[in-house]
């Protein structure tokens, strides 16, 4: 079997990918993530796993290639990642106190076949006091991730319970991708 094409640089779904015990090759998909306001969520993260499998698929027409994307959801808002530094402060302001949802799109895509779909999971943050969000903004850690934080670092801190998949709040649900490529018959 060809390895797993990973469409992403991304270290954390590299992590998660393992979890599959499939050899596989990460290439990192440059595709716009451009969306149309108001799209669903869920639309959203389905579009543009797509987009990056289809894309790096093009160079890969006999492997399988994984996309996923992921956002944060809070009132029907899509809180993506943070511009600054302020911008990350207000997300985690909105999000103290509150539950919110995570929302992670994948995509398999292998010559013409594909099969996409999304998870989400709900989160419910602790109230966040300032100090604990400029302490957490001071780690670095929050300016890469969608809403501003990351459930598998320090941010672990901010959140007070989970409904729904962990790995799916990380950035790729492995257990529902593993059975979807079995579905395609790709060896797992």
């Known amino acids: ?42 639309q959203v993260v389905q579009e543009l796993a797509l987009r990056k499998a289809k894309a790096v698929a093009l160079s890969h027409e006999s492997n399988y ?5 992921t956002v944060v959801v809070l009132d029907g808002e899509i809180l993506g990642k943070p511009a600054d530094r302020g911008d990350a402060k207000r997300m985690l302001l909105s999000l103290s106190g ?3 949802y995570v929302c992670t799109g994948a995509a398999i895509v ?3 076949r594909e099969k996409v779909f999304a998870e989400k999971t709900k989160v419910t ?3 966040l006091s300032e100090a604990e969000i400029d302490r957490y903004l001071d780690s670095g850690e929050p300016f890469d991730k969608a809403g501003s934080y990351g459930i598998q670092g320090y941010g672990s801190l901010l959140v007070k319970k989970l409904d729904g998949d962990y790995y799916t709040v990380v950035g790729l649900p492995v257990a529902r991708l593993s059975r979807e490529l079995k579905s395609m018959h790709a060896g797992c």
Do not use: N, Y
């Open 1 to 42: 079997m060809q390895p797993l094409i990973l469409a992403s640089s991304s270290p954390r779904r590299k992590e998660l990918i393992r979890l599959l015990q499939i050899p596989f090759e990460a290439v990192p998909a440059d595709v716009s993530e451009d969306f149309e306001p108001g799209t669903p969520a869920e």
């Open 125 to 127: 943050f602790w109230e």
């Open 98 to 100: 509150r539950d919110h």
């Open 110 to 112: 292998q010559g013409s």
């Open 65 to 69: 290639v994984i996309g996923s994307d």
